[in-house]
């Protein structure tokens, strides 16, 4: 076991820089001039200069491709820029190819992440058998299995059949687990290209109403609510689904709901359409300015409960290519921080305890990650992102860790900067390298 000392932080931004001595796995002790007495034999030392210190993110919706599309990106590269970008535990999500729909390839990738060992890489199982949306996939097998899977998700495609959709809500609350929602009705977005709205008339694109995904958010509400079983919204992107989100949580109803939000849908709208540039396209599509001041403002009061990247890399060949033609994503995982600091906490809507709330330890409590998003204190897991809040970078899509470079931010200067981040008190990232 390793002694590492963390010299002059401010755990969540606030007070006196202090030390933080991480002993092994756990935070041993706090405080001011730990470099000096016991403390001093140590492994270790990093000069953190007055860094944020904040439990190590957690993204609920990641794609790692593997197995299927590794020259999109892999367990290896995603956990690379993951570990970049201050997380500590990615969801990794099914659909891959093959998809993952049962055991064996929940378990592949599982034992993949445990091997590159820079994050923990958690897979998210399919709801249905090849996200077909016909059958339900062995969810308690996946449960059963190594990699103990509790989280499922049809993500890319919608669980529309209702009674499909009641009976995972039904089964996986056997075993404490949460269906994560794709929220789309396919029959509104037939041939949709982006937001239906004045932009997309304009320039000729096939519009994606924001009832297809609303009506799908108050329906497995109210399927949740029926059921008692736990369902998570992916990727909010709509001023109406915070609506009817805000109205179901002040219910109290039986059923536990939650949702995330993007990074992109924070921060980008379908303005940036008018180059045709694919590298803006993304599922659910960038919507209104009105949309994006909702969203930030549900983020903050709670009704939206995390920030989760849905981070989708991309071979360039899947993007270089026509508008119609290219596949929906945005890279996410080593650009969220910046995103949150410039969207959430220059705008003053969120403190750095905030960014802990919406970045770690809600994503961990949702997921039921006893180990992640615990409290910066003596005794806690070393899990743990060291933030530089006053430093600025530029995204150079080409400099990222992940294969694709596919980020709609290439050429942006973001606030903040991963000074380092720690795996159960391993030095995982540190000055823009991992460690391995």
């Known amino acids: 076991m390793s002694r590492v000392l963390l010299k002059d932080v401010r755990p969540y931004g606030v007070g006196d820089p202090v030390d933080v001595l991480v002993d092994g796995e756990v935070i041993a002790e706090i405080g001011p001039g730990l470099e000096s007495g016991p403390a001093a034999d140590v492994d270790e030392i990093v000069h953190a200069g007055g860094a944020v210190a904040l439990p190590g993110f957690v993204d609920l919706h990641t794609h790692l491709r593997e197995p299927g599309r590794e020259d999109a990106e892999t367990v290896e590269t995603g956990s690379t820029a993951a570990a970049l970008g201050g997380y500590t535990a990615v969801f990794a999500m099914a659909n891959t190819d093959p998809v993952a729909d049962n055991a064996v390839i929940v378990e592949h ?125 992916c990727h909010v992107s709509t001023e109406g689904t915070a609506e009817i989100l805000r109205w179901w949580k002040s219910r109290k109803a039986d059923g536990r709901v939650s949702a995330e939000v993007t990074p992109h849908h924070l921060l980008l709208t379908d303005d940036r359409l008018e180059t045709y540039d694919p590298v803006n396209k993304v599922n659910p599509p960038l919507r209104t300015e009105a949309d994006v001041l909702a969203l930030r403002r549900a983020l903050a009061d709670g009704t939206v409960d995390c920030v989760a990247t849905d981070h989708a890399p991309h071979a360039a060949q899947d993007k270089d290519c026509e508008w119609s033609a290219a596949k929906p994503g945005m890279l996410g995982l080593q650009t969220a921080l910046g995103i949150v600091v410039q969207t959430m906490v220059r705008t003053g809507l969120l403190d750095w305890r905030g960014v802990a709330r919406v970045m770690s330890e809600r994503p961990a409590e949702i997921a039921g990650l006893t180990g992640q998003g615990r409290p910066v204190a003596a005794g806690e897991p070393a899990n743990l992102v060291l933030v530089d809040p006053d430093a600025e970078w530029t995204v150079r899509g080409a400099e990222l860790a992940s294969l694709g470079e596919n980020s709609p931010f290439e050429g942006m200067r973001l606030p903040g900067r991963v000074v380092a981040t720690l795996l159960r008190g391993k030095v995982t990232a540190h000055e823009g390298k991992v460690r391995r």
């Open 109 to 233: 990738v599982w034992r993949r992440g445990r091997e590159v060992g820079l994050v923990d890489v958690h897979p998210v199982g399919a709801v249905t058998v090849g996200l077909k949306g016909e059958k339900l996939a062995e969810l308690g097998t996946m449960r059963r299995s190594a990699a103990e899977v509790r989280v499922f998700s049809d993500d890319g495609h919608c669980v529309h059949d209702p009674l499909i959709m009641r009976r995972a809500l039904e089964y996986t609350k056997s075993f404490g687990g949460v269906v994560a929602q794709h929220a789309e009705e396919p029959r509104l977005t037939v041939g949709a290209q982006a937001h239906e709205g004045a932009n997309a008339a304009r320039l000729g694109l096939a519009g994606w109403p924001a009832p297809a995904e609303e009506a799908i958010v108050a329906r497995d509400c109210l399927l949740a609510g029926h059921t008692g079983g736990t369902l998570h919204i």
